[in-house]
């Protein structure tokens, strides 16, 4: 079955590094998205990402945040400099083909545990 | 979104069937029911959708009620592998992001 990959496992940066978060969604999927969760927390939505552009983004998507579709296979989550308060689970997601709805199934990857020292 | 209701946690005996409840009194018309569950230290993972039917699949059951302000999950054997948090989610229209709530923590007793 295709599954969502993600690289690294687990990343630990001082605070004021950048780091690079790396995603393959599932190959025919057209619609990304980026969630966290802090420990013992609920899954935030961080961003949406559809067509080569951003179609929705939360409030904790600042100006530190950003993301791209550098090739046809990978989706990628920057932040530029990190803070204590960015430690948490990353997890990138995909879904569906041209006019997905709601209903259909996201599908989510392993996700990327970031400690920030 | 509309908001959904879920107990904080529920316990099970492995092999028992588990109903997990979701209250969602301001859904619309338009809404879908999504189940999604997190296994300890992984993605979530979608379990079952409905909008107005009750729906099977080989994961689980998804009853919904007839006024679809409260639907209910059904594992109908829960094994040890079943314990995770389950999240009952709303919404419609578009590929929009998934809104999680702190769903219901499931303990699958041996």
């Known amino acids: 079955e295709p599954e969502v990959t993600q690289t690294p496992s687990h990343q630990v940066t001082q605070m004021g590094q950048e780091v690079i978060l790396r995603c393959v969604p599932i190959?025919?999927?057209?619609?990304f998205y980026w969630y966290r969760q802090i420990l013992g927390q609920k899954v935030e939505f961080l961003v949406s990402?559809?067509?080569?552009?951003?179609?929705?983004k939360s409030e904790i998507f600042d100006d530190q945040f950003s993301v791209e579709r550098p090739d046809g296979s990978n989706f990628t989550l920057k932040i530029r400099s990190t803070k204590l308060e960015d430690s948490a689970m990353y997890f990138c997601?995909?879904?569906?083909?041209?006019?997905?709805?709601?209903?259909?199934?996201?599908?989510f990857g392993p996700g990327t545990r970031l400690l920030v020292l | 979104d509309a908001k959904t209701t879920q107990p904080n946690s529920m316990e099970s005996n492995e092999e028992e069937p588990v109903h997990l409840p979701c209250n969602h009194s301001t859904i619309s018309g338009t809404d879908y029911i999504h189940w999604y569950r997190q296994l300890p230290s992984q993605g979530p993972e979608y379990v079952i959708h409905?909008?107005?039917s009750n729906v099977n699949n080989r994961m689980a059951s998804l009853a919904i009620a007839e006024d679809r302000k409260s639907s209910t999950l059904i594992l109908h054997r829960a094994t040890l592998r079943d314990a995770a948090v389950y999240y009952c989610?709303?919404?419609?229209?578009?590929?929009?992001?998934?809104?999680f709530g702190s769903g219901t923590q499931l303990t699958v007793l041996p």
């Open positions: 997601a995909s879904k569906g083909g041209q006019g997905a709805t709601f209903w259909e199934t996201q599908y």
């Open positions: 409905g909008l107005t």
């Open positions: 989610i709303l919404g419609s229209g578009s590929a929009r992001q998934l809104t």
């Open positions: 190959s025919n999927h057209l619609y």
């Open positions: 990402f559809y067509n080569n552009e951003i179609s929705e």
